[in-house]
Antibody, heavy 114, light 112 residues
Framework: QVQLVESGGGLVKPGGSLRLSCAAS????????MSWIRQAPGKGLEWVSY????????YYADSVKGRFTISRDNAKNSLYLQMNSLRAEDTAVYYC???????WGQGTTVTVSS | DIVMTQTPLSLSVTPGQPASISCKSS???????????LYWYLQKPGQSPQLLIY???SRFSGVPDRFSGSGSGTDFTLKISRVEAEDVGVYYC?????????FGQGTRLEIK
């Protein structure tokens, strides 16, 4: 079945780095643009980054621009989010989503705290 | 960025009664390709969000027909014709016309 599974979350100190992964299965990954969307504790949804199917087009929210890098490996059916210079306000559940969000993963939790 | 404003932020509905959520965008969501990129999602308690409606009024696969979307330009509405207990959660609208995608604040639906 169509599935997205995120991994790589955890506890990290301010200024630290983390790399999130999203493994896709059950569909032709290379046909879809993908997004990372996050949700801070008790808050709403915030789109973080988008990457086109080929990886040639990438966009970031202003809140993460210059600190986060989205990438994908279509051969491995995987999406990534490299997060550097992490701040307390980056604490959230991070979801990967297919296209306009017709498929979402279960999320992975990132906690930035000293 | 396009600002998405939802009202109300919460509503309490008796099962079997209708419910309506408004979503207004700060810019038109009508693209030059003729499509309007407005989406509705439901996040049930403890779950990931799920797509309900895409491009204003198209129900996603498996979504009950008691859910309907309408609107144009900058004003949009999600309606539930007869609320059921399983409809509890937070509803979000989202615009996808601008690649800096933005969501509404969310509307929490509870059952009376």
């Amino acid at each position: 079945q169509v599935q997205l599974v995120e991994s790589g979350g955890g506890l990290v100190k301010p200024g630290g780095s983390l790399r999130l992964s999203c493994a896709a299965s059950g569909f032709t990954f290379s046909d879809y643009y993908m997004s990372w969307i996050r949700q801070a504790p008790g808050k709403g949804l915030e789109w973080v980054s988008y990457i086109s199917s080929s990886g040639s087009t990438i966009y970031y929210a202003d809140s993460v621009k210059g600190r986060f890098t989205i990438s994908r490996d279509n051969a491995k059916n995987s999406l990534y989010l490299q997060m550097n210079s992490l701040r307390a306000e980056d604490t959230a559940v991070y979801y990967c989503a297919r296209g306009v969000g017709d498929v979402w993963g279960q999320g992975t939790t990132v906690t930035v705290s000293s | 960025d396009i600002v998405m404003t939802q009202t109300p932020l919460s509503l309490s509905v008796t099962p079997g009664q209708p419910a309506s959520i408004s979503c207004k965008s700060s810019q038109s969501l009508l693209h030059s390709d003729g499509k309007t990129y407005l989406y509705w999602y439901l996040q049930k308690p403890g779950q990931s969000p799920q797509l309900l409606i895409y491009e204003v009024s198209s129900r996603f696969s498996g979504v009950p027909d008691r859910f309907s979307g309408s609107g144009s330009g900058t004003d949009f509405t999600l309606k539930i014709s007869r609320v059921e207990a399983e409809d509890v959660g937070v509803y979000y609208c989202m615009q996808g016309i601008h690649l800096s995608i933005t969501f509404g604040q969310g509307t929490r639906l509870e059952i009376k």
